[in-house]
């Protein structure tokens, strides 16, 4: 069995208004993932993902590219805090930051 760990995401570039976290949001769901990705006000997108490692690495490499509108000047991966995970179970949007 896989270890599972927790990554937070820093994504920069034009990752705002091309639907950036809708498809973020989607690429983890279908990976089995849990956490929240949000916007922002810096115009950043930031993720809180937690998971087995193969999957956020499959993520990480997804971020890397986005979806086809979206243009990404680098993606910071740290370790993740998952107390600020919260209760709530699978990956969805959070309010912007």
Do not use: K
Not at 30 to 45: I, T
Not at 49 to 61: C, F, K, M, R, W
Not at 75 to 88: I, L, S, W
């Amino acid at each position: 069995m896989s270890e599972t760990i927790c990554r937070n995401l820093r994504i920069s570039g034009r990752v705002q208004g091309v639907g950036y976290r809708w498809s973020l949001c989607a690429e983890a769901q279908r990976l089995g993932l849990c956490g929240w990705v949000r916007n922002r006000r810096d115009g950043s997108v930031e993720a809180l993902v937690s998971g087995p490692i193969e999957a956020i690495d499959a993520l990480v490499l997804w971020a890397h590219r986005g979806p086809s509108m979206a243009r990404v000047d680098s993606v910071r991966c740290n370790e993740g805090n998952a107390g600020e995970m919260g209760t709530h179970a699978g990956f969805r949007q959070i309010a912007t930051y």
